[in-house]
């Protein structure tokens, strides 16, 4: 398939902004995978949606404030630093801006001296490498106190409130980027899912900034996926492989959950275990483990609506984001959401 079957033209007011006041208060188009019918509900009927039994797999990766605003030691110029890996102890790949001012040995200064960091090495592909001091407590409690949300591109709006870009779930630290289709859920509506007798699991995945890397080649079997960290921990293994044994659902929560249990899913079973992934997941993917999933409403020719339209089909999903943009759903990390089953 071509790049361009996966476009569609999204009118720029749809794009949601900011979040609802309210996380379960969005809207839900539910779409039959197997007939392509499309029902209109809102997120908190999936107390109604789902059944006693399934499996609910939801992402606990915590998103980093992983955007630093600073100055150069010495001259005062104003720099931006973006963690993006960590590769020892308050050892951190990054992205900078300007480049220029990043020369090995270079010191900048953020959060009012709170933290400072030293330029190491410049990678090949422009990254550097950065260590960072700082007085008492982690490198990450100095993070909350002065980091930014690294927003997506497309959201160009101010958040009044950090803790919206995060799921009332998250706790593992380390994504670049939410699992947004969890955004969705509050305490309440978790709590009402356990007992209608869903089961609630997690799997880890952290998210990293090669989500937002746009398809470059026509034919998107050339593309190559990112790699990004998972962990599938034991309680989790056990519940998604007695589901599949007992014929019972197991329905994901985002496509970073989706592509975890792809990939950990072997010879009929999910076993606990921690590893990477680079999977891509397009039209034609024989699924193993997922009979559903939850998901937001994706950009044009992303991977991520090719991975919507392995699980939904082609036709069905084109369909449905058709329907999406005639309905004026909202779409991307603060849009409404989908939930595809059969």
């Not at 969005?26 to 029902?39: Q, Y």
């Not at 008492?136 to 959201?155: A, C, H, N």
């Not at 007695?242 to 999910?270: M, P, Q």
Request: with cysteine.
């Amino acid at each position: 398939m071509q790049k361009s079957d996966f476009y569609f033209d999204l009118p720029q007011e749809l794009i949601a902004q900011t979040p609802l006041e309210q996380r379960d208060s969005s809207r839900l188009m539910c779409l039959d995978k197997n007939t392509g019918a499309v029902e209109h509900r809102h997120f908190h009927d999936l107390v109604e949606l789902l059944q006693p039994g399934d499996v609910l797999v939801l992402n606990d990766s915590r998103v980093l404030p992983s955007r630093l605003l600073g100055h150069k030691e010495g001259t005062g110029g104003a720099m931006e630093f973006l963690l993006l890996e960590q590769k020892g102890t308050d050892l951190w790949e990054i992205l900078v801006r300007p480049g220029k001012k990043a020369k090995p040995g270079a010191r900048f200064v953020f959060g009012d001296g709170l933290l400072t960091g030293e330029i190491v090495e410049v990678l090949e592909d422009g990254n550097r490498l950065a260590r960072f001091e700082y007085e008492g407590g982690t490198f990450f409690d100095v993070l909350e106190k002065i980091g930014q949300m690294p927003l997506p591109p497309y959201i160009t709006a101010k958040l009044e409130n950090k803790e919206r870009y995060q799921t009332v779930y998250s706790r593992e630290m380390g994504s670049a980027a939410a699992p947004t289709a969890g955004l969705h859920f509050t305490p309440e509506l978790l709590e009402e899912l356990k007992n209608k007798g869903v089961e609630i699991r997690y799997v880890t995945l952290h998210v990293g900034l090669g989500t937002f890397r746009p398809v470059k080649v026509d034919d998107i079997t050339q593309h190559h996926m990112h790699s990004e960290h998972y962990f599938v921990p034991e309680e989790t293994a056990r519940a998604v492989t007695a589901a599949k044994e007992e014929g019972r659902r197991v329905i994901a929560v985002g496509t970073t959950s989706c592509r975890t249990l792809e990939s950990a899913f072997k010879d009929g079973r999910l076993d606990p275990c921690s590893g990477y992934t680079d999977i891509f997941i397009y039209p034609g993917y024989q699924f193993k483990c997922l009979d559903g999933l939850i998901t937001n409403f994706h950009l044009p020719e992303s991977t991520l609506i090719m991975l919507v339209s392995a699980l939904a089909g082609y036709e069905h999903t084109m369909a449905a984001y058709e329907t999406a943009i005639k309905e004026r759903y909202r779409f991307f990390s603060f849009g409404d959401a989908m939930f595809i089953h059969d």
